[in-house]
């Protein structure tokens, strides 16, 4: 009872021209609390919106059986505890600012540095967009779940991969990806679109994507599998 009266308070007080039929609230996070991220997730009720005001966290955040909620950064910088060990616990126990296993995810506007990885998602319609990443030892994006939107991103500075996504579906439009010691974006599954993205300075490809995936006007730092496959054609008209 106390943890719904105080999620109502909140919400009522930080509620700032955003409406929805459903009535869902608004909680706003600030470095200097009284909420952890954490807090604000185990206080919030799916279709929530947690709001990351302007400064610096430090913190794994795991989320669980809350479809819909969504993050939203003013300006806020999210960073790995320094102590990655002491920080990964029972409650958050992957070394991933944010770890989520629940369907509709939304992260819009926030800054992630550091980290295993940076925002995962396991679940449909995840929604990634307009974020900034860097310095993530393995994955910045890593999605496994249908539907997923990822766009106007700007990655930098990856150990592994850019952008990875496992499911059917997928949107993965106008980002940046620079500097990655594997793949830029990789993705597998059907149905797949890969548009419009900037993808330069990576360790292998620009891009791997499974069958049946649209891809165009991706600038590529290395040559990539559309290169090769255009090279391979151009071969093949020669020798007949």
């Known amino acids: 009872m106390y943890g719904k009266i105080l999620r109502a308070a909140l919400s009522g007080a930080v509620l700032v021209g955003l409406a929805s039929p459903a009535l869902a609230g608004v909680i706003r996070v600030y470095p200097e609390g009284p909420l952890s991220i954490q807090e604000a997730v185990d206080l919030a009720a799916p279709g929530d919106t947690i709001v990351l005001m302007r400064g610096e966290y430090y913190e794994f955040v795991y989320v669980e059986e809350k479809d819909g909620l969504h993050f939203a950064g003013d300006g806020a910088i999210w960073y790995a505890p320094e102590d990655m060990a002491a920080a990964t616990t029972k409650d958050s126990p992957f070394a991933t600012l944010l770890y989520a296993e629940a369907n509709g995810i939304s992260v819009r506007?926030?800054?992630?540095?550091?980290?295993?990885?940076?925002?995962?998602?396991?679940?449909?319609?995840?929604?990634?967009?307009?974020?900034?990443?860097?310095?993530?030892?393995?994955?910045?994006?890593?999605?496994?779940?249908?539907?997923?939107?990822?766009?106007?991103?700007?990655?930098?500075?990856?150990?592994?991969?850019?952008?990875?996504?496992?499911?059917?579906?997928?949107?993965?439009?106008?980002?940046?990806?620079?500097?990655?010691?594997?793949?830029?974006?990789?993705?597998?599954?059907?149905?797949?679109?890969?548009?419009?993205?900037?993808?330069?300075?990576?360790?292998?490809?620009?891009?791997?994507?499974?069958?049946?995936?649209?891809?165009?006007?991706?600038?590529?730092?290395?040559?990539?599998?559309?290169?090769?496959?255009?090279?391979?054609?151009?071969?093949?008209?020669?020798?007949?």
């Open 109 to 240: 506007g926030i800054r992630f540095r550091g980290g295993e990885e940076q925002v995962h998602i396991n679940g449909d319609d995840a929604v990634i967009s307009s974020c900034n990443f860097a310095h993530a030892y393995s994955y910045a994006i890593n999605v496994v779940g249908n539907g997923a939107e990822i766009t106007r991103n700007c990655i930098r500075h990856t150990g592994m991969v850019g952008i990875g996504v496992e499911g059917d579906a997928a949107n993965v439009r106008a980002n940046k990806v620079l500097d990655v010691g594997g793949f830029g974006i990789a993705m597998m599954g059907t149905d797949l679109t890969i548009h419009g993205n900037l993808v330069r300075d990576v360790g292998w490809w620009r891009h791997e994507a499974s069958k049946q995936a649209s891809v165009n006007k991706d600038v590529p730092g290395m040559p990539g599998i559309g290169i090769l496959a255009a090279v391979l054609i151009f071969g093949a008209v020669l020798i007949y």
